[in-house]
């Protein structure tokens, strides 16, 4: 290291334009400014990079510059830079997660819109089923009733009640196709969040 009379010739020499001067003082400080910055950063390669920033500044700004010991001056530059970095990345992922959470929050919303506007399409589709149809599948599909207890119900077969409910759910299932409600979204998926919506829970059913 060199000693405070060198530090001051070579720092007025470098006031100068002295590019001897400065040459030796990036030879002197350049591999330890490095060794210092990656026991700080553990990145080799972002430790170079602000070393020879500062460095470079040290040349660029070197007749405005007022330093009492080079050495200190130089470490703190390096730290104060690297301390810079990390709050510009804390900044950076700061936004990043912000923007992340408004994209979220906009989808989410979006969803809600179109998922209201299928149930409301899906209502309608259900509410202009045949009379006797459209009351077996409610009973059915959104009060929970058993075919044996809906057969007795409306004095009806079972195999009666299966077969209006099958003719309900490819009617509701066609119309829902041309009407484009499933985009992205599956059929059961659909009609389950209808019965969810009117606060029943779907009957298993295949189909």
């Not at 009973?139 to 077969?157: C, T």
Request: aromatic fraction near 10%; include cysteine.
């Amino acid at each position: 290291m060199a000693t405070s009379k060198q530090e001051e010739i070579l720092l007025s020499q470098l006031k100068l334009g002295d590019k001897d001067a400065y040459t030796q003082i990036y030879i002197t400080y350049h591999a330890k400014l490095c060794r210092y910055m990656f026991s700080l950063s553990g990145n080799a390669s972002l430790s170079e990079d602000i070393v020879q920033e500062q460095l470079m500044q040290l040349w660029i700004k070197r007749e405005t510059l007022s330093i009492a010991s080079l050495n200190a001056y130089l470490y703190k530059s390096v730290y104060n830079k690297y301390m810079n970095f990390c709050n510009n990345e804390k900044r950076k992922i700061s936004l990043r997660e912000q923007l992340r959470m408004e994209v979220i929050i906009d989808i989410e919303s979006s969803e809600a819109e179109i998922n209201q506007e299928r149930l409301s399409a899906l209502k309608n589709i259900i509410d202009k089923l045949p009379q006797k149809r459209k009351e077996i599948f409610i009973l059915s599909k959104l009060k929970n009733y058993e075919y044996k207890e809906i057969a007795s119900m409306r004095n009806i077969s079972e195999r009666t009640v299966e077969s209006q409910i099958r003719k309900a759910l490819i009617t509701i299932r066609h119309e829902i196709s041309e009407l484009k409600l499933t985009q992205n979204l599956p059929f059961l998926v659909l009609i389950n969040l209808f019965f969810l919506k009117n606060n029943f829970l779907v009957t298993p059913f295949s189909f």
